[in-house]
């Protein structure tokens, strides 16, 4: 047993999380070391079963940030690959990822190599992330016609934040913050902030994280 990869899975949906393991435990060289639901006690649970490869998804139970725990586990041991999966199309994560040093990013619903092969890649030395991110619409409008500003006051506004508490946050003026909001709703056709903030939290075009200690 000393000679396989260990595996830590972490992911809070349960069908997934199932495929994951089957999908590890059919593999020779790898090792189902522990299969949780909550990233919030990924790195505890890294170290305790000395973890070579971990398969974590971006959001997992209680809103815990798969990106966050891969961060702790990076800065405790750096040799300890990841690979990162996601259902949704938020398009900041994969840059994240990167920054982070995550070896791999797999899509659930849009990946066209299967996960196996992502992981034998990762493995192997490789970098692993896809080609081109998936194209969601947002109403009437594409994910890539929105700026990065747009896509940061919209992250914050399907947090619920209204206009001014936004403008604080990201230190800009409530009429900047307006007038972006207006500018989001002549693209998408929607008739105000809050079915635009509605379907764009649906779409998982945006996601806004949970920070640590969040309830």
Known sequence: MSDKINVMIVEDQAMPRQLFEAIVKSEPRLNLAVSIDNAEIADICCARHDV???LMDVVTKNGAS???AAEKIKKTNAKTKIIIVTSMPECSYVERAKSIGVEGFWYKDFGKEPILSLINRVLDGEIAYPDEKPEVTLGLAKGSEFTERELEVLREMTGGFTNAEIADKMNLSEKRVRNVVTDMLEKTGFRNRTELAVRAR????????RKEGDI
Do not use: C, P, R
Request: hydrophobic share 65%; glycine share 14%; charged share 20%.
């Open 52 to 54: 070579d490869l971990v």
């Open 66 to 68: 798969g990106l966050v």
């Open 202 to 209: 649906e779409a998982g075009i945006v996601i806004l994280e």
